[in-house]
């Protein structure tokens, strides 16, 4: 009977370095069991028995026949796992009618014997050929069908009675390799065209074979062996079942190994990215139901998400920018969360930041962290000017993604899936993840405003999705245990022993534009808008520092979706001051430059010498009636009725910022006095024209949306 073990003594053959040698003497020494080789050509070699057996360069050459692991014989394990239930229980009966021939008891031994066994025709005492008619005589098979049994079984136990038809009764359909590779090349050239038929595949390639090779050359094989051949190919190349987009990402896959982005602690890689929301919010100003895009960032190492936008019909720059300061410094958390989902200060950072409102807050609604590298994609949005400058200044490296390879940031890919499933499909207004799985008016039940859609997001993410285990958590230690986000932030502390936390207060004005202008007697001038304030007064009559594009320009920041006013730094205190414009009174509300542009538009078509306040006062009364039904005035208007501004930035000595109430109400700030301001807007504008009574229309703002509201 051959073995899997082999002798290994004097006259053993072994095959080292690629040349056969023999062991011509053993000898055991102080430093372990040596051997002697001799070499084909009589040269003698000294090595240890150690490396000798276990070495990558030495095989042994056995003297008998026996299993390997290179034989074409499948392992008993797969032999096995491919039967059923009833195959596999087939298998063991028949085992034991073999056992019972050669032994005399079915379970193969005398001390587990069963009533009345040994039975007399299988009698240990009597002849093999006798044993062997009585049971194929008792199974009714032929005597030859026994003699294999036996055989089998003595060599590969109950797996060598396993039909081989049974192993191979999924074996693909047999047709002429020219004709398959034909169908491939086929179905491989539709990859970026609208789905075909089978019918055509098969048609194509039944000419372009006879084409190739000549009429009755190749044998074509009957239509159902066709269509059987073309469901095997498509697990090569995916074409008929899937969706073409599935099937054109499935076909960019890399034929290699996969790559994977590996982590070592929280903020060493941030993933951004947005993705239109599968459900309406409502517009503020028209109550008329809107798309909404959703960016986020989120930590790859940890999988928390460290900042959230959702703003109206598109992301812009800022919107991106926003993001990635919640990150930096992130926004604070509702009063009324549970206490599981506030993040409180974490770790020892290299730079501590103590912020003395944060700390006598509610706490934050997400973990602070310094992003090292950036993973964005292609979008506008991602490789803008604003934001490649952004990260240059904070020392962030951007990453750009693969194009159209949305598994370079699957993660967030799967926090927008997760989204979808687990909270949006909840709400009123869910339309689904495309046109095939919309309601028939799922706009008909959107009642979230934007802001608010928001908001059930980030206390979502919160609350639920920072404290579930996640299945790519793991730690390489207890690949068992599945830790959730918020766990794997702790985790990530405890194994870095650091994190970056931000060092400057006014981090925020470093994600804001910069334009360059100089400083004049009346302020400063950026597209036809004046600004000025007391920080100017020692820098109007005195020549820039700066090396700027423009002559002796100096440096403002600007904030596309608040241009009430900019940020000037001075260059000897190195402070910032808010530089306020000269229509902001005019202003109840941020009002972004489309706007501005848009009024300006709209005011030159219906007065003659048209100015930024009656522009202003003009496109305020369009909206406030419910006239912005483009779609141009539509998307400007929504961004208006934001009730935040796109960053929150920290305050100045000339300015306190005026959050929202609900803002108010989390930071336990006073509402602010709306009396103070509400007839100034009106007093100061100065139409010249017969449109009193039309301004006055602002004032009926309240008004309108009761009336509006009654409706809805």
Request: with cysteine.
């Amino acid at each position: 009977m051959s073995g899997a073990g082999a002798r290994v003594g004097v006259g053993t053959r072994f095959r080292y370095d690629g040349e056969t040698v023999e062991v011509v003497e053993m000898a055991a020494t102080t430093a372990g069991n040596e051997v002697v080789l001799k070499d084909g050509r009589g040269r003698l070699l000294r090595l240890s028995l150690t490396e000798l057996l276990f070495s990558d360069r030495a095989v042994i050459i056995p003297d008998a026949a026996g299993p390997s692991a290179e034989d074409d014989e499948e392992i008993a394990s797969v032999v096995l796992g491919q039967l059923d239930s009833t195959g596999r229980a087939r298998i063991l009966e028949r085992a034991e009618h073999v056992r019972e021939v050669m032994t005399g008891y079915r379970s193969g031994s005398p001390e587990l014997a069963r009533e009345g066994e040994p039975r007399t025709d299988y009698s240990p005492d009597r002849p093999w050929e006798a044993r062997y008619t009585a049971k194929a005589s008792e199974l009714g098979v032929s005597l030859r069908t026994v003699k294999q049994w036996v055989a089998d079984f003595r060599k590969r136990g109950e797996a060598g009675l396993a039909r081989k038809n049974q192993m191979t009764a999924g074996s693909q359909v047999t047709a002429d390799q020219r004709w398959v590779e034909t169908a491939l090349e086929v179905m491989v050239e539709h990859t970026g065209e609208s789905k075909p038929s089978r019918t055509m595949v098969i048609d194509r390639t039944r000419a372009r074979v006879i084409a190739r090779f000549g009429p009755d050359v190749v044998p074509q094989p009957s239509r159902a062996t066709a269509f059987r051949l073309l469901e095997q190919l498509e697990r090569r190349h995916p074409l008929f079942r899937l969706s073409t987009k599935r099937n054109r990402d499935i076909a960019d896959r890399p034929d290699g190994v996969y790559g994977k982005l590996r982590s070592t602690r929280p903020g060493e890689y941030l993933v951004m990215d947005s993705t239109r929301l599968d459900v309406f919010a409502f517009d503020p100003l028209t109550l008329k139901w809107v798309q909404a895009e959703l960016s986020v960032g989120m930590d790859w190492y940890t999988r928390c998400i460290t900042g959230i936008r959702v703003t109206p019909v598109s992301t812009k720059a800022v919107d991106v920018s926003a993001v990635l300061y919640q990150s930096f410094r992130p926004r604070p958390a509702g009063r009324d969360w549970p206490r599981h989902a506030v993040w409180p200060e974490h770790g020892i950072p290299r730079t501590v930041l103590v912020n003395v409102d944060a700390a006598e807050g509610p706490g934050l609604a997400s973990p602070p962290l310094v992003p090292e590298t950036l993973v964005v994609d292609h979008g506008k949005v991602y490789v803008s000017e604003h934001l490649t400058s952004v990260c240059r200044r904070m020392g962030i490296s951007i990453q750009p993604a693969r194009l159209r390879t949305g598994r370079d940031k699957g993660p967030v890919e799967r926090f927008f899936r997760t989204l979808r499933e687990n909270l949006l499909q909840a709400l009123p207004g869910y339309k689904g993840p495309d046109i095939h799985s919309r309601g028939e008016r799922p706009e008909e039940d959107a009642f979230f405003f934007l802001d608010e859609l928001e908001a059930i997001i980030r206390e979502w993410t919160a609350v639920a999705y920072h404290h579930r285990p996640h299945a790519s958590l793991v730690d390489p230690g207890l690949p068992g245990l599945r830790m959730s986000p918020a766990k794997m932030f702790e985790h990530g502390v405890a194994r870095a022993g650091y994190i970056e936390a931000p060092r400057d207060p006014d981090l925020a004005f470093e994600f804001l534009r910069t334009k360059w202008r100089t400083i004049q007697h009346y302020g400063v001038e950026i597209d036809r808008r004046r600004y000025n304030g007391p920080a100017l007064n020692a820098y109007r009559t005195i020549k820039s520092p700066y090396d700027a594009p423009v002559k002796n320009g100096w440096p403002f920041q600007v904030d596309p979706d608040d241009i009430t006013r900019i940020y000037f730094r001075d260059p000897d205190s190195r402070r910032w001051h808010a530089l306020v414009w000269e229509h902001a009174p005019s202003v109840r509300m941020p009002l972004s430059e489309d706007a501005l542009a848009f009024a300006r538009k709209l005011a030159a078509s219906k007065y003659r010498y048209p100015d930024d306040r009656l522009a202003v006062a003009d496109l305020l009364e369009r909206w406030n009636l419910g006239l912005g039904t483009t779609l141009a005035e539509r998307r400007m208007a929504l961004r208006l009725s934001r009730e935040q501004a796109a960053i929150e930035l920290p305050e100045t000595d000339e300015e306190v910022v005026v959050s929202l109430p609900s803002v108010r109400k989390a930071l336990g700030t006073q509402q602010p006095n709306p009396e103070s301001d509400e007839s100034e807007p009106l007093e100061a504008l100065e139409t010249g024209d017969d449109d009193d009574a039309d301004l006055e229309d602002l004032a009926d703002e309240d008004d309108f949306y009761a009336d509006a509201l009654e409706d809805v």
